[in-house]
């Protein structure tokens, strides 16, 4: 094949090379602008993973590279006057000149041509001239841009400014990240040896404290000035140096996260930061650029040229979606990290570290034993505790209520109820979760009216047979386990009056449907019947209705009581835009869609009882546009804590049809994050988490004070007993009963 590559940077050469590699015969050629000493970088960080593809793939210019590395394990993190530092990370360093000089001259003993301070105008003449056009030019691809129409690049600047910088003074020991509290915000550094002399010191700051520094007005001498005086301490009299002498002014960029909905057109295909981007702080850009070069190179040796670029953009977008996940997750950390500076800075280091949610909480344990269980021992101490166990272990209090652990049974709806009364399967359900070692077990939505049931399969606390089958299950939960329960209630507004969860979720019934209220007189979907807006009379019934029923909750022994105003119920049906539009003063601004929901709370608030906790579950956001965002979401907790909510019940959507959620590991756990941090008001989290790593992992960076799973306790009412033995932790209490269960399984973990 005759070949060209478009840009000269690492991705490109490392294709030339292989291709080379697996047919000698190939006739290739590498165009760049840019002469073969410039480079506009300083180091390229790679994973070990990395360099063990690239010895498989061409063991000479690996060694080549390897011979030249800066290697290290530990991470340094300095804040607030603490430098904290964690080992086994296992990263390597390498100057992107000498990278690509290695890489240059690796391709000319293959027989790769080399060209030059050769500016490419259009790639449509090299793909009449040539079998292949590889376009590895850079994040701003002129290739990308000339058919932009068929790749379909999207692009998203990011909001934090940088600058990519170096220095002489070392960093040999640890990358290193360095927080700076100055008159006009907080600005930060990455730091990382890549030779004997220089390291890479990038300086990133938010746009409001670029601005206020007046960083646009400066010249690129006087940027790199005001970044050597911030960072003075650091830099032990060393200068920082920028060698971007290609950009203009002060060198400063906002990153764009690029992502193409196709990778080739014709005979061109895109490769590197052409086809996508991920953020320096996972330092994963080289990584794409290599690996997605080995994996070209090997499906065009495979198959046909549609079938290679078929399987590469296929196989790699895969992995680049995967990369770009968690790039994301670390660049919006540092997009909001002053919501963390606060943090105690083992908190802080924790949350860093596992920023992108690539490293777990026992992910840490084997790269670090040692840092993990002193983190491990400063969160029990700071829930008042001073044993040696996992964070999901650690006690909690809400008022007068004190939980064993972390771990609370979220409400799940169970479509078994007779006429809204719990029945055996009620007793069973809930006496299994309560006996399964989680601290807090709650109840699915107990609706305060017959009309304000979801179905007819949905409980209640509307009559006094109900409030005596809940005392049955509390009083079962409260004698035979250490577990607290929780009766969360609430009113299905215009969800109400549909089918059982296992038939057709929301649909309505196929008769007997009864009338249905909401904010407005707006329709679940086109299927569900018109409700009726609520009128002022309407609302004062409804108020009453809840009252009871949390008078009904208080008899009944409840240790806690949690209000459902998410998931597009009634009370949720007032705060969304979406489903609220009225013309009175519960309509329109935040502040009025609030009052009614604030004047349930509080009613409920005024005979629940003072030493009880209360909590509210919203929705964080609608995931549509014009509904509740997440900025909305950290006022309307706000609302409801200073209403007295003890805690937010904290999880998403479900509010409207026209949602678009974004589902994924911990989906929704940066909502209580943001809430947490922001707000300073303890959250639970919820949505899509199953394992004892993601409990440990939120708690311990301060992401929730409490942990809900559902689903998991679906399929195992045992959930906690079971994790506590996976993780060795023999002081969860088991029921007397079933020690012996306890002990068999515990054998076959160590035997494992």
Same mark, same amino acid.
């Given at each position: 094949m005759r070949v060209a590559c478009l840009g000269g940077g690492p991705g490109a050469l490392y294709f030339a090379i292989s291709m080379k590699l697996r047919d000698p015969d190939h006739e290739i050629v590498v165009i760049e602008r840019n002469r073969p000493d410039d480079t506009f970088g300083w180091g390229v960080v790679l994973s070990d993973e990395t360099l063990t593809n690239l010895s498989e793939n061409d063991p000479v210019s690996a060694e080549a590279i390897r011979a030249h590395f800066a290697y290290w394990d530990d991470i340094a993190v300095v804040h607030k006057g603490t430098?904290?530092?964690?080992?086994?990370?296992?990263?390597?360093?390498?100057?992107?000149?000498?990278?690509?000089?290695?890489?240059?001259?690796?391709?000319?003993?293959?027989?790769?041509?080399?060209?030059?301070?050769?500016?490419?105008?259009?790639?449509?003449?090299?793909?009449?001239?040539?079998?292949?056009v590889v376009a590895s030019d850079g994040l701003n691809s002129r290739a990308r841009s000339e058919f932009a129409e068929v790749f379909k690049p999207d692009i998203d600047l990011r909001q934090c400014k940088f600058v990519w910088l170096g220095t002489r003074q070392k960093f040999d020991d640890a990358f290193t990240f360095i927080f700076e509290k100055t008159e006009h915000g907080w600005v930060w550094a990455h730091a990382y040896q890549f030779d004997e002399d220089t390291a890479t010191f990038i300086v990133e700051c938010s746009q409001e404290t670029w601005d206020a520094y007046g960083f646009e007005g400066m010249t690129k001498e006087e940027s790199v000035a005001t970044c050597e005086r911030i960072f003075a301490e650091h830099l032990d009299g060393h200068s920082l140096v920028s060698n971007a002498n290609h950009l203009r002014g002060s060198a400063w960029l906002n990153f764009p996260r690029v992502l193409c909905e196709s990778w080739s057109h014709r005979n061109l295909v895109l490769l590197g930061d052409a086809a996508a981007t991920a953020h320096f702080s996972i330092g994963s850009g080289t990584k794409l650029a290599l690996e997605s070069a080995i994996a070209l190179a090997s499906y065009l040796h495979e198959g046909d040229m549609a079938s290679a670029f078929r399987r590469y953009e296929e196989d790699r977008r895969v992995e680049v979606l995967k990369l770009q996940s968690a790039a994301r997750n670390s660049t919006e950390w540092f997009e909001n990290v002053e919501r963390y500076l606060d943090l105690d800075p083992v908190q802080f280091n924790y949350s860093l570290l596992t920023r992108s949610q690539r490293i777990s909480h026992e992910n840490l344990r084997l790269r670090d034993p040692a840092w993990l269980a002193s983190a491990e021992a400063w969160f029990q101490r700071q829930a008042a505790s001073n044993r040696d166990r996992a964070p999901m272990f650690a006690p909690y209090q809400l008022r007068g209520m004190k939980l064993k652990n972390r771990i609370v049974v979220s409400p799940m709806a169970q479509y078994k109820a007779l006429e809204g009364c719990p029945t055996d399967w009620h007793v069973v359900h809930y006496g299994e979760r309560?006996?399964?070692?989680?601290?807090?077990?709650?109840?699915?939505?107990?609706?305060?009216?017959?009309? /304000?049931?979801?179905? $007819? *399969?949905?409980?209640?606390?509307? #009559?006094?047979?109900?409030?005596?089958? @809940?005392?049955?299950?509390?009083?079962?939960?409260?004698?035979?386990?250490?577990?607290?329960?929780?009766?969360?209630?609430?009113?299905?507004?215009?969800? /109400?009056?549909?089918? $059982? *969860?296992?038939?057709?979720?929301? #649909?309505?019934?196929?008769?007997?449907? @009864?009338?249905?209220?909401?904010?407005?007189?707006?329709?679940?979907?086109?299927?569900?019947?018109?409700?009726?807006?609520?009128?002022?009379?309407?609302?004062?019934?409804?108020?009453?209705?809840?009252?009871?029923?949390?008078?009904m909750a208080e008899r009944a022994g409840f240790d806690m009581l949690e209000l459902h105003a998410a998931h597009g119920y009634l009370l949720s049906s007032f705060i969304s835009p979406l489903s609220n539009r009225r013309s009175d003063a519960c309509g329109g601004s935040l502040e009025n869609r609030m009052r009614y929901p604030l004047e349930i709370f509080c009613a409920v608030r005024n005979v629940w009882p003072a030493d009880k906790p209360m909590s509210v579950r919203i929705s964080a956001t609608d995931w549509s546009d014009g509904g509740v965002d997440a900025a909305e979401a950290v006022r309307i907790a706000a609302f409801f804590r200073d209403a007295g909510a003890d805690i937010c019940d904290v999880s998403a959507g479900q509010t409207s049809t026209e949602a678009q959620p974004v589902y994924g590991r911990m989906f929704q756990t940066p909502f209580s994050d943001r809430i947490r941090n922001e707000l300073g008001m303890p959250t639970m989290a919820v949505g899509n988490i199953f394992e004892p790593d993601h409990v440990n992992s939120i708690l311990m960076a301060g992401r929730a004070d409490l942990v809900c799973l559902a689903r998991p306790h679906l399929s195992d009412p045992y959930w906690t007993l079971h994790a506590a033995v996976a993780l060795r932790d023999d002081e969860v209490a088991w029921p007397d009963p079933y020690l012996a269960g306890r002990d068999q399984m515990r054998r076959l973990a160590d035997r494992g």
């Open positions: 430098r904290t530092v964690s080992s086994g990370h296992g990263f390597c360093g390498i100057g992107r000149k000498k990278l690509l000089l290695l890489l240059q001259q690796r391709a000319r003993d293959l027989g790769v041509e080399l060209r030059f301070e050769t500016e490419v105008e259009s790639a449509a003449p090299y793909m009449e001239r040539y079998d292949l309560a006996k399964g070692g989680a601290g807090l077990v709650f109840t699915e939505m107990t609706c305060v009216s017959a009309e /304000g049931r979801i179905t $007819l *399969g949905c409980p209640g606390l509307y #009559a006094a047979e109900h409030e005596a089958a @809940w005392k049955r299950i509390v009083d079962f939960v409260h004698a035979e386990t250490e577990a607290k329960i929780c009766c969360q209630i609430g009113h299905s507004g215009r969800k /109400g009056s549909t089918q $059982l *969860g296992w038939e057709e979720m929301d #649909a309505p019934l196929q008769d007997g449907n @009864w009338p249905i209220l909401s904010a407005s007189a707006l329709p679940w979907s086109a299927r569900n019947q018109v409700p009726k807006e609520m009128d002022r009379a309407d609302m004062n019934l409804v108020r009453d209705q809840f009252v009871a029923a949390a008078e």
